[in-house]
């Protein structure tokens, strides 16, 4: 359920109707629905409500504009980060430190430094590496890092491979058969405490069944780790609920997977965390096109080029991902198209033969789910500057993220005096 929906013919995103927003900040744009956010955010808290004292993080790395972040820290929840950068978002938007989980494989030396410094409540150890090193730190700076172990389960969480995070091969966490082992070592380093366990096996995902899998095996683990004397108190689910990004998809709800995890978890005697990042933040966002022209094709569809590019949504490009395409003024006639980006490079495609509303030249369209994985993955490839974002509450609308020109991108280069 979203807020993005035709009123007397004309896409709104709540109460704003959608060409308003393209003629005052231009095109492409993002645009986010509060009211969607926060419903979102509502209907995860509550599948989580037989749970004691869940803690939610929300995954920066799916929407970090600041004001999506200040909005899910009015709705209570914590940030999980993966930088430097994800962390000082997370602050900014008043989050609590202690309601920061910091993951990810390459935490660098002044990462750690900096999420210590900022006395974050958890670190996500992604190898006995990283725990030796920042063991070393906390214990020069006198303090004592909260931890939990990622492990690394070895399911296959069936979805693309390129977001998949719980195989062997990938390179995330340790692997779950030498986690009591690698535990025990790093429990008994200075300036740690080893508190629990982190699993997070993928995104996207269509089933239930990998992540009951794998959240079992960490349940194995716990009783393992305990029955060698060691303290579990804690344990990080991870993200990975999928959304639906056609309209005839059906995905597990925000309620069976609450319900799983809590008949999963019933004995384990701990406080559980989560960084849900896309089942939040991905229908809450749209990107706003206008139809630059039509040109013929090869065969019967026509290419409709929009003026939004692989650049501003990477994910088709990226993954081959399907985005919803709907007109924002339809008029009713349906067409067979392919719509495509003006990047130079052929996986600047949104859709081949797509059946949609008709388009023409000046029409504006959407591309639906684009609240997650979205702006964040904005680049200027082709010299195109950074795409704005739009925040709207009911008939109002603020830019939240300002179009960044080519022009003051190419301001920040130099070409040194030798040249
Ligand atoms: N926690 C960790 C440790 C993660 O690596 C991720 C996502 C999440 C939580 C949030 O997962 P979610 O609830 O959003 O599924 N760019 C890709 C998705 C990459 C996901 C990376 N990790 C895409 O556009 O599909």
Redesign the pocket.
Known sequence: MNHFEHRGGVLHAEDVPLPLIAEQIGTPVYVYSKATLVRHARVFKEALSNLKDPHIAF?V??NPNLAVLKVLQREGFGA?V?SGGEMDRALAADIAPHHIVF?GVGKTHSELVQGLAADIGQF?LESEEEGYELSVIAAQLGQRARCALRVNPDVDART?A??S?GKAENKFGVPIDRAGEIYAALAGLPGIEMRGIAV?I????SSLEPLETAFSKVGSLIAELRAQGQSVTHVDL?????VPYRTDEILPSPAEYGAMVTRVTRDWDVSLSF?????IAGNAGILLTRVIRLKRSSNASPFVVVDAAMNDLA?PA??G?WHDIDAVEPSGMRQCAHVVGPICETGDTFAMNREMDALKAGDLAIFRTAG??GAT?ASSYNSRGFVPEVLVDGDRFAVVADRLPAADIMAAERVPDWL
């Open positions: 995954a790395k799916a999980d993966v993951s996500n693309h390129k977001i995070t997070h993928g995104s996207q995902l991870g993200g990975g609920l999928g960084e849900p990042g896309r089942v994910r990226m993954y991902a997650a994985y993955m």
